[in-house]
């Protein structure tokens, strides 16, 4: 499904990261791909690739640097000459941004957490897009959690989500021209290095489970990254500005109030989203 294309991977640092297992798809399915790392991290991310069925090499990306933008564009432009797709799991919030204090939390906080975890979706499109111009067009796809209702505790990190599915959708109209398309995939909550910072995450996959209609298996991040490859690949050729949900069909249920409230499903707090 994806032979031939050049593919680059952001946020993985584990093998149990979502963007793990869509690199391993990937190269399974004919791409070739290049990762991106980051400062301390970087180590993780290296010990995480040796596992991938082929050797790929790692990109130092800090996406809020414009030097490192600029030399991944560099970088990619040498070795390729031209990019098919990427990967933005990227998402981070200071710890006063999230936790239950949405009033009070800095606005240095808020504003953090929307850079990173939004912003930084149009960042990375302006410097993979003319090396997509150059492949005749591409695919960006990010992970999304669901930013539709006010989850408990998870603040500002939520409204940076919103922000991330807005950001989409005016990509996928300003880069349409190109043939370069935008599109989310909303996951269910999968058991990742974010989420064990995660207090209540087990609850959380505990309604995700009892209300998803096809259930839900946190442990398996393999459903997620096959519908990231799916709309990575030429299937999805006039996908853009959508925001797949792969949940279980949780995201279509109405749900009674005790399994919204505090109570019920802990909140979903933490520095990353579900997956970044």
Known sequence: MLAGKRLVITGILTRTSIAFEVARQAQ??????????????RRMTERAAARLPQPVEILELDVNNPDDLAALTRDLRERWGAVDGVLHAIAHAPGDALGGAF??????SALAAF?????????LAVALGPLMD???GGSIVGLDFDATVAWPAYDWMGVAKAALESVSRYLARDLGARNIRCNLVSAGPIETPAAGGIPGFEGLASAWQSQAPLGWDATDPAPVAAAVCF??????????GEILHVDGGYHAM????????????????GAASPDA
Not at 231 to 240: F, N
Not at 254 to 269: I, N, T
């Open 254 to 269: 109405g749900s009674p109030l005790p399994s919204r409230s505090a109570a019920a499903v802990e909140p979903l707090v």
């Open 115 to 123: 850079q990173t975890s939004a912003i930084s979706l149009r960042e």
């Open 134 to 136: 150059e492949a005749g």
């Open 103 to 108: 009033l009070q939390a800095p606005t240095a």
């Open 28 to 41: 399974e399915a004919g791409a070739e791909v290049v990762l991106t790392g980051f400062g301390r991290t």
């Open 231 to 240: 709309l990575l690949s030429d299937h999805a050729r006039a996908i853009t």
